[in-house]
């Protein structure tokens, strides 16, 4: 197979919801553009202590309330309990940036489950527990992850990660709204952002956008590659799908609202998997 034409670094993180909820939106881009796109996941790193959202004014009830919004606005299955205390995030980070030196799929697996288990499950993921669990359900070796996770070349690939997202490129810098600052003053790029690159044409895209706007970056970077058609029903998008789909999911590749989506779920008889409020669905 040849290699992708477009590549798309997304920066972002295992425990921020804006990320997660983006999610329908990359499943409708790796459905239109298949085997032409490839999706390089970066990692912002958002803490490296539990303390430093304290340290900030941010409390678990204002990310707890954050969540319950952002899951009424975008419909992933968010949990909206407030947690027993905050998370360092980069813990979750080194071992996906681990598992992508070994493993790239397995890492986007990883990532995935990282997600659910943090997002719609409540699981502190910065517990080795947690990780391990992880790891498991993504299909791969609880002790290998922690493994590749100490590795030297592990901690100098998330540094490099991390740099990068607090050095965005100018055109980001150009939006200053779609950025967060660093608590040295600096900018950096908020969860999800993306640069989209083919060959020597990259487009950046700071911060959460709809689906559209992805999809005319794309064609703008690569207006010879043509996406596929929408899916045709429900069943052939969880048939295409390498794992369960949230609602929300399902709803973002077919471009239709997450209610009929769900309606036409259940009328197809997929198997509904109940979490944070609503549902993944998998073949039944």
């Not at 813990?91 to 397995?106: I, N, Q, S, W």
């Not at 996770?149 to 965005?168: G, H, I, K, Q």
């Not at 929300?248 to 989506?261: K, L, N, S």
Request: with cysteine.
């Amino acid at each position: 197979m040849d290699a992708p034409t477009i590549i798309i670094d997304a920066f972002g993180d295992p425990a921020c919801p804006w990320d997660f909820s983006s999610e329908p939106y990359r499943l409708r881009l790796m459905w239109r553009y298949g085997a032409h796109l490839e999706i390089h996941h970066r990692m912002i790193g958002l803490s490296s202590s539990p303390d430093e959202y304290a340290s900030r004014g941010i409390t678990t009830a204002d990310i707890a309330a954050a969540r319950e919004m952002i899951r009424a606005r975008y419909g992933m299955p968010l949990h909206t309990a407030e947690t027993s205390r905050h998370i360092a995030t980069v813990f979750a980070c080194r071992a996906v940036v681990g598992a992508r030196l070994h493993d790239p799929d397995g890492a986007a697996r990883l990532l995935r489950r990282l997600r659910i288990l943090g997002l719609s499950e409540a699981m502190l993921i910065d517990e080795a527990e947690t990780i391990a669990q992880a790891a498991e359900e993504a299909g791969l070796s609880a002790k290998d992850v922690a493994s590749w996770a100490e590795e030297d070349a592990t901690a100098r690939a998330l540094a490099v990660d991390m740099a990068e997202a607090r050095s965005p490129a100018p055109p980001a810098l150009a939006m200053p709204e779609r950025l967060a600052r660093t608590p040295e003053g600096g900018w950096r790029y908020t969860a999800p952002s993306y640069a989209i690159t083919c060959g020597d044409v990259r487009l950046d895209s700071p911060g959460f956008q709809p689906a559209r706007v992805y999809e005319v970056l794309v064609a703008n970077v690569a207006p010879h590659v043509a996406p596929r058609p929408g899916p045709e029903d429900v069943a052939e998008v969880l048939g295409w799908a390498p794992y369960p789909l949230a609602t929300a999911e399902v709803a973002g590749v077919m471009e239709i609202p997450v209610d009929t989506a769900r309606r036409l779920l259940a009328e197809a008889g997929a198997e509904a998997h109940p979490s944070a409020g609503d549902a993944y669905w998998s073949a039944g």
